[in-house]
């Protein structure tokens, strides 16, 4: 009873003021609560009887504050650039592709050289030759002192290979092949993923700007209303603490826009674009792209993972490959080598030339005829006792053996990618909607709290303000916070939504050219003049086998 005969009198000399205060407090929140939307709302989600992969959208488009608008300072050069273009720039200009598509050469080369290991080579060429002195007769053996020459002119014709080699070479080149293009598809699919990174990397910093900006404007309010005050309701210190924390916002707003310059490069640096431009993406900064639903089961996108993944359709081509070149050496103890070759040279045992003009003779004296001299024989052969053979298909195992492990752990890396990337994606998008929530409470608190440092009550025969500097500086520090934690919420929703895409597998080409974003932007593409023009690598062309998407397969 006497704590409640000591509180009444408190609160009745409050009065008014106080009671508003109170009924404020405990009325915001429920409002507050009842505003916070979901990520189903704010589009981040999408019911869980959709397809997988719905038709791609734009989402979050209704921020929860107007945000401060961000431009380039003076001497910068603004490049204005979109989603839309970016993903059509990273299917063909980034590097790791054009290195992909030069492997993907030199398989199909390799590929056409099997492909003609059991064809002759062709020579064409003058063998001469000449002998004087001694010399053992090829009748009877008695040493003969003479001297002769001789003359061939004509074509040549070699052909000694390996029949297993013309056999089995090609198939397993053939799947080598195969192998470096779904690598390209792979370096386009990692491409895609990494420029979306960068790119929500630019927003995120811009964010991280806008927000700052907006704190630093509100931190020299803080500031103007703290030196406002009289001396008896507030300390010099709150004061100093106003401005510590504004020096502080300031700061942060200094590396708020090195931060985005650092990731604007980093960008041009993918997408191979002017490295001294300032990339400035024309969508709001709290824009948000849904490509696959967080809500989706994580078993069912593991097992399209394990399907539509360019890696591991490589490494089941390669494991094919080692099984081929296996056979190869079962087989090259059973199937004879292959020789064929001319033998007109001017000794009979020169160069391979299988005739043509000749001439012949003693001394000066040559005597000129036509000539046509080739052997053919079919050889099978034991390398070191078959000892060496037995070895070549104990390494070629162990080489299978090495390629089988590999597919394993590609597949064991694809399965955990695609859970890695689907729990980002679901906790990101959670994330977005307490963060929305969090800067409209963090906006409303500072409003407030603001509002309520220019308010005065008595306190007994004491006037005392509602809300003291320190309090307003706490609630500013925590809109900071909020601002961060909001654009960081988005773009890392943004990054885990192309990551998973990327794990699942799906192709780029379907982001690049269904316009998921809308109109590609027109962009300035040249680069300073000591940089090297982008000419990109060709698609091999002479024997390479068109190996479907694996999206194109389902």
């Known amino acids: 009873m006497v704590f409640l005969h000591w509180k009444l009198p408190v609160f009745a000399r409050w009065g008014k003021p ?15 609560a009842q505003e916070n939307p979901t990520a189903r709302q704010l589009g981040l989600d999408a019911p869980s009887n959709t397809d997988v992969f719905p038709e791609p959208r734009l989402v979050n488009t209704k921020p929860p504050t107007e945000f401060k608008k961000v431009t380039v300072v003076e001497g910068e050069s603004p490049l204005p650039i979109n989603l839309a273009a970016a993903l059509q720039l990273a299917d063909a200009r980034p590097l790791v592709i054009d290195a992909a598509k030069a492997a993907e050469m030199v398989a199909a080369a390799r590929l056409e050289k099997a492909n003609v290991l059991w064809l002759p080579n062709i020579y064409a060429g003058i063998d001469y030759y000449r002998h004087n002195g001694l010399y053992p007769s090829p009748i009877t053996g008695e040493p003969v002192f003479n001297t002769r020459q001789a003359m061939t002119l004509g074509p040549g014709v070699s052909a000694v290979f390996a029949t297993t080699d013309a056999i089995y070479e090609p198939l397993a080149a053939r799947q080598l092949l195969k192998a470096k293009q779904f690598e390209i598809q792979a370096a386009k699919n990692d491409a895609t993923m990494e420029v979306a990174v ?37 300390a010099l210190v709150e004061v100093d603490r106003a401005k510590t924390l504004l020096a502080v916002l300031e700061e942060t707003a200094v590396q708020a826009r090195n931060e985005w310059r650092i990731a604007s490069a980093e960008l041009a640096r993918l997408l191979r674009l002017n490295p001294m431009a300032q990339m400035v993406p024309v969508e709001p900064p709290h824009m948000a792209i849904m490509l696959i639903s967080p809500t989706k089961e994580v078993d069912n996108l593991i097992s399209i993972g394990l399907t539509s993944r360019p890696e591991l359709s490589s490494s089941q081509a390669v494991v094919q490959a080692t099984i081929t070149k296996l056979k190869q050496e079962k087989m090259r103890p059973l199937i004879p080598s292959i020789i064929f070759q001319g033998n007109s040279g001017a000794n009979g045992n020169g160069p391979p030339l299988i005739g043509g003009a000749a001439a012949a003779g003693p001394n000066s004296s040559l005597q000129w005829g036509n000539r046509f001299d080739f052997n053919a024989a079919a050889m099978w052969e034991l390398k070191n006792f078959g000892l060496g053979n037995r070895a070549l298909v104990r390494e070629r195992e162990g080489q299978r ?131 090297p023009p982008v000419t990109g690598v060709p698609y091999a062309n002479t024997l390479s086998v068109p190996v479907p998407l694996p999206f194109e397969n389902r």
Do not use: H, W
């Open 198 to 234: 960068a790119y929500f990397n630019v927003q995120q910093a811009r964010g991280n700007l806008a927000g700052t900006i907006d704190t630093v404007a509100k931190g020299k309010e803080l500031v103007r209303k703290a030196e406002a005050l009289g001396k008896g309701l507030t």
């Open 401 to 531: 053996q090495q390629a089988l492990v590999e597919l394993f752990m590609t597949q064991d890396r694809v399965a955990a990618e695609v859970a890695q990337c689907q729990s980002q994606l679901s906790s990101s998008s959670q994330r977005v909607a307490l963060s929305d929530a969090g800067l409209k409470n963090a906006l409303i608190s500072f409003a407030g709290n603001l509002k309520g440092m220019s308010e005065t009550t008595r306190f007994g025969d004491v006037l005392v303000l509602v809300n003291r500097p320190q309090e307003v500086v706490a609630s500013l520090q925590q809109l900071d916070q909020a601002y961060g934690n909001y654009f960081k919420s988005v773009q890392d929703y943004n990054r885990a939504q192309f990551r998973l895409f990327r794990a699942v597998g799906y192709p780029s080409e379907v982001l690049a050219n269904q316009r998921t974003a809308g109109d590609p932007l027109p962009l300035d593409s040249q680069r300073p003049f000591d940089l």
């Open 18 to 32: 106080c009671g508003a205060f109170v009924a404020f407090v405990l009325l915001v929140p429920s409002f507050i």
